[in-house]
């Protein structure tokens, strides 16, 4: 269930902060009944970033196979291996 609080409950930055941190939700911040801002806290937006960023690279490589951009994967090890083989 999210999170939603009138802009005007910000006062008490102590419980907004404890609500940040006891969910790894956003809190959605409503202003004349509209929303207005999201907040969250620091552990919450980068576990959001790094989800976004694996995202991009999944869909990357979707774009890389439907356009026929593939290595057979025996090749790309034997390549691995000669390169860092010692």
């Known amino acids: 269930m999210p999170n939603i609080i009138p802009i005007r409950d910000m006062r008490d930055t102590s419980k907004i902060s404890d609500m940040c941190h ?3 939700e956003p809190i959605f911040i409503t202003k004349n009944g509209y929303g ?3 907040i969250m806290s620091i552990s919450t937006y980068e576990n959001y970033m790094a989800r976004l960023k694996m995202h991009d690279l999944i869909m990357e490589g979707a774009r890389d196979a439907k356009e026929g951009r593939l290595t057979d994967g025996d090749a790309a090890l034997d390549r691995l291996r000669a390169k860092y083989a010692r």
């Open 22 to 24: 006891a969910s790894d």
């Open 36 to 38: 207005d801002m999201v």
